[in-house]
């Protein structure tokens, strides 16, 4: 099956200026037949920016949200209410619509999303809670969560927190899901924050698909790991072979990038606003 990845907002702006870059993520997958979204940025930005680049989104047939932080659910509800899911379903995990905090000392910030579960049905969306951790939502396309937690060096961050039942938690990223594509050279895995940990990601698909993982392109959250993960990140890149590895948003800044980019080499290209992958 032909894949095509279009980022329609990232952290970073590319060569096309009239596009605007800010921070959140928000991919157009076009996989055979079927048009999806895979994230929605922080705000209405990606539906600027998918005008710009002549890709309409009234023909999304599903919008997948990896999890529920602002900076990949926010432009959903513009999505919304600019009349552009009339048909497109919303795919999302359970516990996606908890509040979510980010904790600093004594003090804590709202980083979930910008709508409730209520008001978008109000508005008339369909809303499909995906239960299973594979689960085949398109012809070749997949919703993957459920992420074993095998690797030492990847522990949940304490400074992100989840409201359950009335009660504030450390956030687990149990919503958090991944989307894998089956193309004609192998598995494309579209990640979201990676917030479960890139390295117990990867390993999780491999385990549950027979195919080799040709690209892999989204968000790593490598920004947090420390010089000895980024490094031990990088050789288990390496050695699983993937040719394609399109990262960005919350990968790291320009010194964490430059690092990752000297070892990963002609395999690496920084995904940023207006990049289009295709295979």
């Known amino acids: ?48 920016n998918a005008g710009r680049l002549s890709l309409d989104l009234k023909a999304i047939d599903q919008v997948l949200i990896s999890h529920g932080h602002y900076d990949h659910s926010g ?47 109000g508005a008339g969306v369909s809303i499909e809670i995906i239960h299973d951790p594979v689960k085949e939502v398109a012809p070749g396309v997949f919703s993957v969560s459920g992420f074993d937690r095998t690797c030492p060096m990847e522990q949940l961050n304490p400074r992100f927190r989840v409201e359950r039942d009335g009660v504030e938690v450390l956030d687990d990223f149990c919503d958090e899901q991944v989307m894998v594509v089956k193309s004609e050279k192998g598995l494309v895995i579209v990640l979201g924050c990676s917030h479960p940990g890139l390295v117990n990601i990867l390993n999780t698909v491999t385990d549950r698909f027979e195919e080799k993982i040709h690209a892999i392109i989204g968000g790593t959250h490598l920004v947090e790991a420390n010089q000895e993960r980024l490094g031990q990140t990088m050789d288990f890149l390496l050695d699983q072979e993937i040719p394609v590895i399109g990262i960005s948003h919350c990968s790291g800044g320009a010194e964490q990038l430059s690092f990752i980019k000297s070892r990963l080499e002609s395999r690496f290209f920084h995904n940023s606003t207006g990049t289009r992958f295709a295979v």
Do not use: C, W
Not at 79 to 92: E, K
């Open 1 to 48: 099956m032909k894949v095509e990845i279009t980022t329609l907002v990232e952290n970073t702006a590319g060569e096309h200026h009239q596009l605007v870059a800010e921070h959140g993520l928000s991919f157009h997958v076009k996989a055979g037949d079927t048009t999806l979204l895979f994230d929605t940025g922080a705000s209405s930005n990606f539906i600027h």
């Open 75 to 121: 432009g959903y509800r513009d999505f919304v209410d600019q009349g552009f899911n009339t048909d497109a379903r919303l795919l999302v995990k359970p516990g996606f619509f908890n509040k979510k905090y980010g904790v600093s000392g004594s003090h804590s910030e709202y980083l979930g999303n910008g709508f409730t579960r209520k008001e978008l049905v």
